[in-house]
C-alpha cells in the first residue's frame, strides 16, 4: 500500500447533478467513489440506496466504495452487490453476527470493509481481520456531512496501523478515514497510518476538483514516504 487514494464522498455533491459531478471527479483523478447509505434508524439521516448506486454505476468505472450507515445490512448485501458495489462496508454496532455478514459480503462478490465509529474500539475486528479489505475509521460522528475532524481519531489510526502490521496483513488491509478530512490534515491522516482518505466537502465544496484531488493526494503520498 504504497500509494495514496482519494476517495470523493457524494453526500457533499450536487445531488441534482449527480452524473456531473461523478463524471467530474473521476476526470480529475479520484480512486473511489464513496457513496454514504443511511436510513434515518442508524443514523439519524435519509440518503441514498441501491437504485442511485446503480446509476452511479453506470457513469463511472471507478470502484464503488458503500458505507451502510443502515440496521440490518445483512438483508441488504445482495441488493449492493446486483447494484455495483465494490467494496461494502458495514458497522459492527449493526451486525450481531459480524462475521457472518463479512462472509456475505465476499460471498456476493465484494470486498469486505468494517467501520469503526468514534467510540468504538479496536477489539471488534479481532476476528475478522484477516477477512476484510478495508477499515473505514470514522473521524465525525457518522449522519451529517461536514462536520469537523475529531482529533483522537489520529491515535486510534495508528493503533490500528500497528495491529495490521503485527498480523503482516499491511499490504492486504487498507485503512481508510472519512470525516472532516481535507488539504490542510490529508498529511496529518496519512502519516498516522492511513492510505484512503474521503473527502465530501473538503473535495466538492471547492472551485476546482482537479487541483484539490492532486493536491490532497500529493500531500499525502510524501507524509507516506517520509513514514516509510
Known sequence: MHHVRIAPSLLAADFGRLAEEVTAVERASADLIHIDVM??????????????????RRVTKLPLDVHLMIEEPERWVDAYAKAGADILHVHPEACPHLHRVVQQIRHAGMQAAVVLNPATPLHVLDYVLEDLSMVLVMSVNPGFGGQSFIPSALGKIAALRRMISERGLSDVVSISVDGGIKLDNAAEVVSAGATVLVSGSGIFATPDYTLTITEMRARGTSALHRHI
Not at 436510513?39 to 452511479?56: K, M, Q, S, Y
Request: glycine letters at 12%; proline letters at 11%; hydrophobic letters at 50%.
Open 39 to 56: 436510513d434515518g434508524h442508524f443514523v439519524p439521516n435519509l440518503t441514498l440506496g441501491p437504485v442511485v448506486i446503480e446509476a452511479v
